[in-house]
């Protein structure tokens, strides 16, 4: 097993966690020096925080861990594509890799809907590698979707809308 995939598993084990307390099954670690020194679970709506998503969460316990709000020379492992909050959050952090899982149609800001980090003008470049056990990611945001759609729950407390990517 890859590195990738060795950290990507564990930000799939945090994106469980997120779906069993009802929330969008997203998880990140943050690796530095071969080590996890972050972990992040998507969770806005238990936190009552529009900021919750794992990869914030993840940055703002590794930053903790290491006693500095740069995290120079650390990946970011997430399982879906990060929104434009949270690869505005990886320049920040100055973070050098940003490793991602599912690309998402809707909402993803690295490869998808906007290529935020590829903007010139930020005076830091993350590398990415996009794709890493995708499948696994998509299969869980998509069996989280269904469910919740076969109960019935419309509203944004779910962290549903109308136009989903994922079913
Ligand atoms: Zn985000």
Not at 69 to 76: D, H, K, N
Not at 92 to 115: N, P, T
Not at 133 to 152: C, D, K
Request: charged share 20%; net charge neutral.
């Amino acid at each position: 097993m890859s590195s990738h995939d060795l950290f990507m598993h564990e930000a799939l084990s945090l994106a469980k966690r997120a779906a069993a307390s009802g929330e969008v099954p997203v998880g990140a670690v943050v690796v530095l020096n071969g080590e996890i020194v972050g972990r992040g679970h998507n969770q806005p709506i238990s936190s009552v925080d529009p900021t919750a998503h794992a990869e914030i969460v993840a940055l703002r316990d590794a930053a903790q861990r290491v006693g500095n709000y740069r995290l120079t020379g650390a990946t970011l492992y997430v399982t879906v594509e990060p929104c434009v909050m949270c690869a505005g959050a990886c320049v920040h952090a100055r973070i050098e890799e940003l490793v991602f899982g599912a690309a998402d149609d809707k909402a993803g800001a690295v490869v998808s809907r906007a290529q935020i980090l590829d903007v010139p003008a930020w005076n830091h470049r993350v590398r990415v590698t996009g794709g890493v056990l995708a499948a696994e990611a998509r299969e869980l945001m998509q069996a989280f979707f269904q469910t919740r759609r076969g109960e019935g729950y419309r509203s944004g407390r779910t962290g549903l809308d109308s136009k989903s990517s994922w079913g």
